[in-house]
């Protein structure tokens, strides 16, 4: 087996799996180690819809990371013959003077995004589903919707393998050193060299950056599927992905109904308390 790489990377999550592939198809070798499945359900891209939009509330200079980024959702589709992004438009909610709605729309006019910008009743007519304060407006993104994660990390982990990566799951590192002449990483199951090390651990990257001062803090946080009693409201051909404010800078989000999913998926943006990723409890709590 091939002991020394170009790239070793940590982690075959969303972020590990693009990074395999993208170096891969640059003929770079590169050697992916994942320590559950590839992909699996207990970081943070399983949940079967992630939303993507290019208005970002955060800041104007996101967008044209996001611009690239739809094309290589769409290049990614093509090479894999995979349905994996959906634009079925965002719906961003909040008063007028919030962080949402405020910084949405900056983005939106900066960059020249199709969009529009709606008052209490427009919403209420388009979108009957939302029942709202009358302060609140929105700005509907028509190039906003969502993205499967799970079958995001698959078809980046097919294209790496088509171009040559080299990809180990259930192989947990417990090790890593650098020195001039390159990275040595250390798993159960061997000791692997690399000129460079690309960590992408996600919630365990803490431990493996702890050497380097880097604080880093997991938090839980928790998604949920309900069952309305009109479901077909909830179609994605006639219900958006969406965003409430409801304190400044956080607030609750959720999806449309997807084929094949248990319900109507909502979340809240905002960190909850502090865990353990590997003692964290996964299932529901009364609190």
Request: include cysteine.
């Amino acid at each position: 087996m091939k002991k020394h790489y170009d790239v070793i990377v940590i982690g075959v999550g969303s972020m590990g799996a693009a990074t395999c592939s993208h170096l891969a198809r640059r003929k770079i070798s590169v050697l992916g180690l994942e320590q559950f499945d590839i992909p699996h359900n207990r970081g943070a891209h399983h949940g079967l819809s992630r939303m993507i939009r290019q208005s970002y509330y955060e800041h104007a200079d996101y967008v044209p990371l996001l611009k690239r980024s739809y094309e290589l959702w769409h290049e990614l589709e093509d090479e894999t013959d995979c349905k994996i992004l959906t634009l079925n438009g965002g719906l961003y909610i909040g008063p007028a003077d919030g962080e949402i709605v405020k910084g949405s729309l900056q983005s939106a006019r900066e960059h020249h995004l199709p969009h529009q910008h709606m008052d209490r009743s427009a919403i209420a007519e388009r979108f009957p589903q939302f029942s709202l304060p009358d302060h609140f407006e929105a700005l509907f993104e028509e190039n906003a919707g969502f993205v499967v994660p799970e079958l995001a990390v698959g078809s980046h982990v097919e294209l790496a393998l088509r171009h040559g990566a080299e990809l180990h799951g259930h192989e947990a590192v417990h090790d890593w050193t650098s020195n001039a002449s390159g990275v040595t990483v250390t798993t159960h199951q061997g000791t692997y060299q690399a000129d460079r090390l690309v960590i992408t651990a996600g919630a365990w990257s803490a431990r493996l950056l702890e050497s380097l001062g880097i604080p880093l803090s997991v938090t839980r946080q928790v998604l949920a599927w309900t069952t309305p009693r009109q479901a077909e409201a909830f179609a994605p051909e006639r219900f958006p992905c969406w965003f409430i404010e409801t304190e400044p800078g956080f607030g609750h989000y959720g999806f449309p109904i997807l084929p094949g999913q248990p319900g109507f998926k909502s979340a809240l943006h905002k960190p909850s308390r502090i865990v353990d990723p590997d003692t964290v409890e996964r299932d529901p709590l009364p609190e």
